[in-house]
Every structure is written in C-alpha cells, then in structure tokens.
T-cell receptor, first 112, second 112 residues
C-alpha cells in the first residue's frame, strides 16, 4: 500500500540556514502529496501540497517538488527562522478511503 | 477549509476512569477520523467515525476501549475507556474534505 519514509530527526539549525527534510514515497499511481506542520502544543496544519508529478507546492517560504523519477517530495526552505521550530510530517492518502498515511515526523529546532 | 475544535484541550485523569473528547467541525463533512499521537511519535489512526453507523476501527483498536459516536455530519466524540498510563497521548480529530485532511488542536491526555 501507499506509504512514506521520512528523514529522522531531530534537526537543529542556526537562523538563516538552509533546510532540507527528506521524504520518499511508495504509491499506487500518483496520489497527492502533503507536508503538515505541528507547532509546539498545537494540532497539525497543512503546510503545502502537490497534486501531480512535477508540481511544486509552496507556502511560508517552504517548497517541495513532486518528483516521480525519484519518488520524493523533499521539503526545503532557503532561510529558516526561529518561528519555524516545529515538527514536520510528510503524508499521502492511503490506497482506499480518505485516510492519510503520515511519516514519522521530523523535529526542527532553529536557534538564534 | 474546515475549522475543527476539540474539547477538552487537555486533561489529567486517574487510572480506571473514562474520558469523552468532543470534536466539532464548522461545516458538514463526509469523513471524520480520530488519531492518537503518543509522545514523540507520529500519528496512528484509531478509527473512521461513520455518520449514523458504527465506527470503522484500525487493527489494534477496539470499540470497547475507544467507543466513538457520530450523530451528524459536524460532530463526533471519542471515549477513552478504563484508562491506564499507556493511554497518555494526544488525541486528534480530523476531517477530510476535497482530498485534504484538516485537524483539530488535539486533546492532551495524561493518565496517572
């Protein structure tokens, strides 16, 4: 069935550093791909998504490109801020139903 | 996008007691789900809350332990029954709409 494999954390970066969080997927067909973010003490929020191959999702300076050749959807940001400290989850729909499969989550801490 | 609220936001409970978590969506949605997020872990789907019929539980979760109600298209409850310290987690309600999943802020449960 559909699944994602996400880079292990935690990740600690200095402010303005470049961020990459790796995510690879296994899927039947070409489902939409998602990144969710969970700020401390809060629920999950949709960060960005891509609905087809070669699509680039972007939001709040974050980007991810749906690459079917490498079955990847890596999350990137050119210059992180302290406020980006959160846990990031890669996700995709399961084969059946509307449930999602979530990666293990990557904790990011940005220090001033 | 759907806006989801949960009550309570957190609770501390004694072993052997039960807690009911309420989830309210600001619009009618077809699919609602309950997830568990144990400390430092990813999300695990407990069940799909079906309107007007019994919930569909994932492997490892049973109705006697996690009874779910879904009386209409905007509301659901999850009960954590006969609690033990192992039930200490964040419980998240979500709704699926337009091939996206939206999440409530979560209920942080601590069982002593």
């Amino acid at each position: 069935g559909n699944s994602v494999t996400q880079m292990e954390g935690p990740v600690t970066l200095s402010e303005e550093a470049f961020l990459t969080i790796n995510c690879t997927y296994t899927a039947t067909g070409y489902p939409s791909l998602f990144w969710y973010v969970q700020y401390p003490g809060e629920g999950l929020q949709l960060l960005l998504k891509a609905t087809k191959a070669d699509d680039k999702g972007s939001n709040k300076g974050f980007e991810a490109t749906y690459r079917k050749e490498t079955t990847s959807f890596h999350l990137e940001k050119g210059s992180v801020q302290v406020s980006d400290s959160a846990v990031y989850f890669c996700a995709l729909p399961r084969n059946t139903g509307n449930q999602f499969y979530f990666g293990t989550g990557t904790s990011l801490t940005v220090i001033p | 996008s759907a806006v989801i609220s949960q009550k309570p936001s957190r609770d501390i409970c004694q072993r052997g007691t039960s807690l009911t978590i309420q989830c309210q969506v600001d619009s009618q949605v077809t699919m609602m789900f309950w997830y568990r997020q144990q400390p430092g872990q990813s999300l695990t789907l407990i069940a799909t809350a079906n309107q007007g019929s019994e919930a569909t539980y994932e492997s490892g979760f049973v109705i006697d332990k996690f009874p779910i109600s879904r009386p209409n298209l905007t509301f659901s409850t999850l009960t954590v029954s006969n609690m033990s310290p192992e039930d200490s987690s964040i419980y998240l309600c979500s709704a699926s709409e337009f091939n996206e999943q939206f999440f409530g802020p979560g209920t942080r449960l601590t069982v002593l």
